[in-house]
């Protein structure tokens, strides 16, 4: 039987293949502070699973920025928000019933930070409308616990 694997398996998978890869290269690395979508921020219409599998792999003590900002199309203001849950399937089928705000809509405009404090997977999406569904505004991360070169 035939699988087909969304795009947040392979971001798994990829960044799974990663792991072991640097697991054995002995590498120390300082915490970062990473901007979710790089220049582009945190917005509608950017492949974050993309960029997820592009900047990985991640640590912890590591920290993902969000920056967003409230858009006006005509007379309407468009926010975002950050939300994060334990449970993998739910995100990618932007169900939030289990997810927690971590970002509200107005802290994105100076930059709302999150620590990856622990060695696990983290699973983010925007809680706003379509947003998650039809603007990709979702993706995983797995933090590593730093490789301490012994």
Known sequence: MAMVADGLSVTLLVMLALVLQFAG???????????????LGWQYGVNYTTWAQKNAPF??????????HNKTIGNVSIPHSVL??????????????????????TQGIKGFRFNLTDSKQYNFACGIGPHCKLGNMRFAVFALEPHNGV
Do not use: H, W
């Not at 019933?97 to 509200?104: F, H, T």
């Open 25 to 39: 290269s002995g590498a120390q690395l300082t915490p970062r502070n990473i901007t979710v979508g790089g220049k």
């Open 59 to 68: 640590f912890m003590g590591d920290a993902l920025v969000f920056y967003y």
């Open 84 to 105: 994060i849950s334990e449970d993998y399937q739910l995100v990618s089928s932007c169900n939030f019933s289990k997810a927690i705000q971590v970002g509200n809509i």
